[in-house]
């Protein structure tokens, strides 16, 4: 059985994914890594490059053709299909830091957790960025939800799980649709109890290109896609609500996750003409209020989200400039 398996999201990655696997390849931890490459009905010569390393490597790197489903249908393939204790997304675009995965790799054989987490680096065009979303824990020791941990929130560049957590609890991710990372993110957090930190710079998160989903230009133009996946989130936390069986810090962190994608797509609003904004955020809020009161309740303890709310709605306009400087100044 393998410790590890990587299920990467390839889907018309020509020009990124040579870097992403050869952060994998590494003959230290080939009997103990399995790279499964999803492709996502590539149309470039993803499929070219990802056979290069399955050749390479078949004992690590194995590649998967599919039609085209979207982000969540590589994650669902790949939780299908995984043989590793533990499971974890990288994105085609995306790689790891390739000695932090071997100490990473050695970490896991010794851990039983079903959490584990590590820190995450932002790279941009012209400079790059440690991120750790992690207070209070100490690196290495294994903590449940009922400990005093602060974990500001959990993201996908963070998180690895194990696998047959993911399937007894039948975990499936919308498909057909951009920024389902953080369904993925919220299930994995809601069915966890243990938690192990390891204070490693594993993830490094390509960011600041045009050609990204997460780019504003692109954001706008997936908006009912950032509807999708946040009236999706509502409805989990809803159900995760109503089942009673949420320990305080779970909750606290499934919260900060998931009232980011809300004010995420309220932001997206903001880019448009501040009339259009102000109509589309309304009824967006309205939407959520209507598919789960519970959410909509606990989402008013976002500041920005209640900020947004006040008088009805009537901040939108002293919001939308303040963020549009936002934006020019720091791009996102």
């Known amino acids: 059985m393998k410790i590890l398996t990587i299920s990467v999201a390839a889907y018309n990655v020509e020009s990124t994914l040579e870097k992403t696997l050869s952060s994998f390849n590494d003959e230290r931890i080939y009997n103990d890594l399995e790279v499964l490459i999803i492709d996502d009905g590539s149309q470039d010569s993803t499929s070219k490059i990802a056979k290069k390393y399955e050749m390479l490597a078949p004992q690590t790197f194995k590649y998967v053709a599919k039609k085209n489903g979207g982000h969540g ?47 995450h680096t932002e790279v941009y065009p012209d400079h ?19 400990d005093n941990i602060d974990i ?72 009912e896609m950032q509807e999708k996946v946040s009236y999706q989130l509502v409805r989990m936390y809803d159900l995760f609500v109503k089942k009673q069986n949420m320990i305080q810090n779970q ?20 880019l448009l003409s501040t009339k259009v904004a102000k109509e589309k955020i309304k009824s967006f809020d309205n939407n959520i209020k209507s598919i789960s009161g519970v959410s909509y309740q606990r989402l008013d303890d976002d500041k920005f989200i209640s900020l947004i709310r006040k008088n009805n709605y009537s901040m939108v306009p002293l919001i939308k400039g303040m963020y549009r400087i936002w934006v020019m100044k720091y791009g996102y």
């Open 73 to 119: 249908s590589t994650i669902n393939k790949g939780m299908k299909l995984a043989t590793g204790k533990y499971f974890k997304v990288v994105d085609g675009d995306d790689w790891v830091d390739t000695e932090n995965l071997v100490s990473f790799i050695q970490d896991l054989k010794k851990q039983n957790s079903d959490l584990v987490l590590t820190n």
């Open 152 to 223: 500001k929130r959990v993201v996908l560049h963070t998180l690895t799980v194990k696998t047959a957590l993911l399937r007894e609890n039948n975990v499936h991710i919308t498909e057909n649709c951009f920024y389902v990372d953080v369904e993925f993110v919220v299930w994995a957090t809601y069915v966890s109890h243990t938690i192990t930190y390891f204070d490693l710079y594993l993830y490094k998160y390509r960011l600041g290109e045009a050609d990204q989903s997460v780019a504003k230009k692109n954001m706008l133009k997936n908006i």
């Open 251 to 270: 909750e606290e962190t499934i919260f900060n996750t998931f009232k980011r994608s809300i004010g995420s797509t309220m932001r997206t609003y903001l």
């Open 128 to 146: 790059s960025k440690n991120i750790n979303l992690i207070k209070n824990i100490k690196p290495k020791k294994e903590y449940t939800w009922k």
